[in-house]
C-alpha cells in the first residue's frame, strides 16, 4: 500500500520517456525523408514546408507543451 | 483611495503569468526568423547555395537529439530524479557546442563568404543569429545547471528548468525552417 505513490511517479517518468522517444524518432524519420525529398525533388518547396510543420508540431505539442497554456498544471 | 478588490496570487497563477510571458516573447521570434525567411525567399528565389549536405544533415540531427536530451533533463527534475536530471542537462549542453562547432566552425569555412553578394548576406545573417540564440541558450544550461547541482529545484518547484527547455526547444523549431531554406529548396547555384 505504502508504495502506491512510488509506482504512480516511476509509471508516470517512463510514460514521459516513451513520449519523448517516439518524438525524436518521428522527429529522425521526418528529417531523412526531408533530406530524400530535398535530392530527389530538386528542393520542392511544398512538401518541404509541408514536413517541416510537422516536425514543429510535433516539437512545439510533444517537447513544449504547448497546451499547458491554456490547461495549466505541470509539464511532467 | 480606491479599493480594489484582490485575491492572493498563488504559484499556479504565477506559473501561468509565466509562462504566457515567455510564449509572447517567443511570438516575437519568430517574428524576426519568419521575416530572414521571407529575405531568403524574395532574394535567393528558388535557388541556393552549394552547401556540404552531409554536414547540415549532421547539425539537424545534433540539434533535434539535444532536444530530446532537454526533454528528458525537464521531465527527469519533474520527477525529482536530480541524477538524470544533470546528465541530461550535460548532454543537452554538449550537443549545443558540437552544432555551433559544425556551423560556426565548418560551414562558416566553406567557400560562400560573407561578402559573396545576397548569397552570402543571408547565408551568414541567419545562422549567424540562430548561432547566437544557440549560444545564449548554452549559457542559461550552464546556469542551469550550476543551480540544479546546489539542488535549487524540485518536482514542485522548477520553472527555471521549464523556461530553459523552452527556450531550447524554440531554437530548435526555429532550426526546422532553417535547415530547408538554406541546405533543401531551390536548385543549386555554382559560383
Redesign the interface.
Same mark, same amino acid.
Given at each position: 500500500m505504502s508504495n502506491e505513490p512510488a509506482v504512480a511517479v516511476q509509471a508516470s517518468k517512463t510514460a514521459a520517456f516513451r513520449r519523448g522517444v517516439l518524438t525524436f524518432l518521428a522527429l529522425a524519420v521526418l528529417t531523412i525523408v526531408e533530406l530524400a525529398v530535398g535530392t530527389a525533388t530538386g528542393g520542392s518547396f511544398a512538401l518541404l514546408y509541408v514536413i517541416g510543420l510537422i516536425k514543429a508540431a510535433l516539437i512545439v505539442q510533444s517537447f513544449m507543451h504547448v497546451s499547458s497554456l491554456w490547461r495549466g498544471g505541470s509539464h511532467g | 483611495m480606491s479599493a480594489v478588490a484582490t485575491r492572493p496570487t498563488t504559484s %499556479?497563477d504565477r506559473? *501561468?503569468s509565466n *509562462?504566457?510571458g515567455l510564449?509572447l516573447f517567443f511570438v516575437t521570434e519568430v517574428f524576426m526568423f519568419g521575416g530572414l525567411l521571407v529575405m531568403r $525567399?524574395r532574394l535567393w528565389g528558388?535557388t *541556393?547555395p552549394d552547401l556540404d549536405?552531409t554536414l547540415g $544533415?549532421i547539425v539537424? #540531427?545534433i540539434l533535434? #537529439?539535444s532536444?530530446?536530451f532537454?526533454? *528528458?533533463a525537464?521531465?527527469?527534475i519533474?520527477? +525529482? +530524479?536530480r541524477r538524470n536530471f544533470i546528465v541530461s542537462l550535460t548532454i543537452t549542453g554538449v550537443l549545443g557546442v558540437l552544432f555551433l562547432v559544425g556551423v560556426v566552425g565548418f560551414e562558416w569555412r566553406g567557400h560562400v563568404r560573407p561578402g559573396d553578394g545576397a548569397y552570402g548576406a543571408i547565408l551568414y545573417g541567419m545562422t549567424g543569429l540562430h548561432a547566437l540564440h544557440v549560444l545564449s541558450g548554452l549559457v542559461i544550461i550552464a546556469m542551469v545547471g550550476i543551480n540544479g547541482r546546489q539542488g535549487r529545484y524540485s #518536482?514542485h518547484d522548477h520553472w527555471p528548468v521549464?523556461a530553459c #527547455?523552452?527556450y531550447w %526547444?524554440?531554437v +530548435?523549431?526555429v532550426w526546422? $525552417?532553417l =535547415?530547408?531554406a538554406l =541546405?533543401?529548396?531551390?536548385?543549386v547555384v555554382r559560383h
Open positions: - | %499556479h506559473l *501561468r *509562462r504566457l510564449w $525567399f528558388n *541556393r549536405q $544533415f539537424t #540531427a533535434l #537529439a532536444s530530446f532537454m526533454n *528528458r525537464e521531465m527527469a519533474a520527477h +525529482d +530524479d #518536482a521549464e #527547455a523552452l %526547444h524554440l +530548435d523549431v526546422v $525552417f =535547415y530547408p =541546405y533543401l529548396v531551390g536548385v
